[in-house]
C-alpha cells in the first residue's frame, strides 16, 4: 500500500487553499469525468482518484488529519488513540462525524480506507448526483470464433445472478449489445439498469475474418498447379474438393459462394468463403528431378 | 398513449433536485423529448441514461444547457469514431498474420 500524494494529484500547492483546491478539482474533474471518457479505464481511475483527493483536501477535518500524518499513515491509529484521549481528558468528546451518502465511485484506495476508515468522509465539494436508474453494469465475454458460427445458449453470472442468453452466430469482435433490465435496481422509484455486454471473439482458427467473409491461404503442390488436378480444401465447417485448372498462378483468388460466416441475425445466410492459392515451389531435389528439371528447362529453350 | 414506460418530469426534478426549466431548456436545443399527456410532462425512460448524463455534466462540472449540446454532439462523434476503429481494427487482422 503506498501514500497518495493528494495535492499532486490536484496538481496544488500544500498551502492552496479552499478555492484553489476547489477549482483545481473541478478543472481536473471536466477532463477526466467518465460521462466525457466512454470506455476509458484510464480516465476512470484518474476519476477515482480526484474524487478521493478532493474528498481529503476539501474537508478541514480531513485536510487536518492528512497533512499531519500523511506520510506516515500507519501512524495515524496512533494519532486518533491520542486525540480521542485528549477529548476524553477535555471533557468534550466530540467525535468527527464521518456520516454522509456519497452515492457512486465510492471506491476507495487501500491508504485512504487506512486513514479514513472506508467510510464516506465527504468532503463539502464533489457530492455525486443521486441516480434515479439503476446503475448500467458493463460486462466482457470472450468467445471463440468457433463458438460465434452457431447461434448458441450461454449463462452468464453477473453481480451473482444467472442470465441465460442466446448469442446469436455471426457476432462481431468488439460488438456490444444492451440487455434491458439487468443492470442495477434504481432509487425512488427509477427504472433498472441495463447490461451491457462485450464480445471480444478470440480466432484461434486458419481462418481469417472480415464481418460475413472468410480468408484462407491454401497450399498447392507445384505439379497440380502446372498440370491441373482436384484438391480438398478445409472450409470452416467441413471440406470440398475445388478442381484446380492446369497453369494456375501463385496468388489465384476463388471464390466459394455461401461457404463463408454466418451473417449475424440473418438465419441462413453465409458470406463467401475466398481462397488463395500459394504455389509450393520444391526445394530439396534429389538428383533425378534436378536432372528432369534441366531437361524441361532446356525444352522451354529451344 | 400509454404511459407506462414514462416518467413524470416533477419526479425526476425531485429526484434530481433540478429546476423544472433546465428540462425545458433541454428540450428546447432538442436533447431530451417531453410529453404532455393530460397537462402532465413526462420523459420516456429509456432516455434516463442520457439524461443523468446531462444533469451531472451540470452539477458536476458546471457545464451549461449549451455546452452540453456541444459537449454531446462531440460524444455521438466519439462514439462513431470508436466503432469505426473497431471495425478497421478488425479488417486489419486481414493483412496481419
Known sequence: ?302 | MNIENFIPINTLVTHYKVELTFFNNLSELGLVEIQTVEHIQYIHQDSIYEIEKMIRMHQELDVNIEGIDVVFNLLQKIDALQKELINVRNRLQLYEN
Not at chain 1, 71 to 84: L, V
Not at chain 1, 132 to 139: E, H, L, M, P
Not at chain 1, 153 to 175: C, D, S, Y
Open chain 1, 1 to 302: 500500500m503506498a501514500f497518495i500524494d493528494y495535492y499532486k494529484v490536484l496538481g496544488v500547492d500544500k498551502k492552496a487553499t479552499e478555492a484553489e483546491i476547489k477549482k483545481a478539482y473541478r478543472k481536473m474533474a471536466r477532463k477526466h469525468h467518465p460521462d466525457l471518457n466512454p470506455n476509458d479505464k484510464e480516465a476512470e481511475r484518474k476519476f477515482k482518484e480526484l474524487n478521493e483527493a478532493n474528498e481529503v483536501l476539501s474537508s478541514p477535518e480531513n485536510r487536518k488529519k492528512y497533512d499531519a500524518h500523511g506520510e506516515n499513515w500507519q501512524h495515524a491509529d496512533q494519532y486518533e488513540q491520542s486525540k480521542r484521549q485528549q477529548q476524553q481528558y477535555n471533557g468534550r468528546g466530540q467525535q468527527a462525524d464521518y456520516g454522509g451518502g456519497f452515492s457512486g465511485g465510492a471506491d476507495y484506495s487501500d491508504f485512504f480506507e487506512s486513514m479514513f476508515g472506508g467510510r464516506s468522509a465527504r468532503g463539502s465539494g464533489g457530492g455525486r448526483t443521486a441516480q434515479f436508474k439503476g446503475q448500467d453494469f458493463n460486462a466482457e465475454l470472450h468467445l471463440d470464433l468457433k463458438d460465434v458460427y452457431t447461434t448458441h445458449k450461454r449463462t452468464l453470472t453477473i453481480n451473482g445472478k444467472n442470465i441465460r442468453l442466446t448469442i446469436p452466430a455471426g457476432v462481431e469482435n468488439g460488438q456490444v449489445i444492451k440487455i434491458t433490465g439487468h443492470g442495477a435496481a434504481g432509487s425512488g422509484g427509477g427504472p433498472k439498469g441495463d447490461l451491457y455486454i462485450t464480445f471480444t471473439i478470440d480466432n484461434h482458427t486458419a481462418f481469417k475474418r472480415d464481418k460475413e467473409n472468410l480468408y484462407a491461404t491454401v497450399d498447392l503442390d507445384l505439379y497440380s498447379a502446372i498440370l491441373g488436378g482436384d484438391i480438398t480444401v478445409d472450409t470452416f465447417d467441413g471440406q470440398v474438393k475445388l478442381k484446380i485448372a492446369p497453369g494456375t498462378q501463385n496468388g489465384t483468388k476463388v471464390k466459394l459462394k455461401g461457404k463463408g460466416f454466418p451473417v449475424y441475425k440473418k438465419e441462413n445466410q453465409f458470406g463467401d468463403f475466398y481462397i488463395t492459392y500459394e504455389i509450393k515451389i520444391p526445394t530439396s531435389l534429389s538428383e533425378k528431378e534436378k536432372e528432369l528439371f534441366t531437361e524441361l528447362s532446356k525444352l522451354k529453350n529451344l
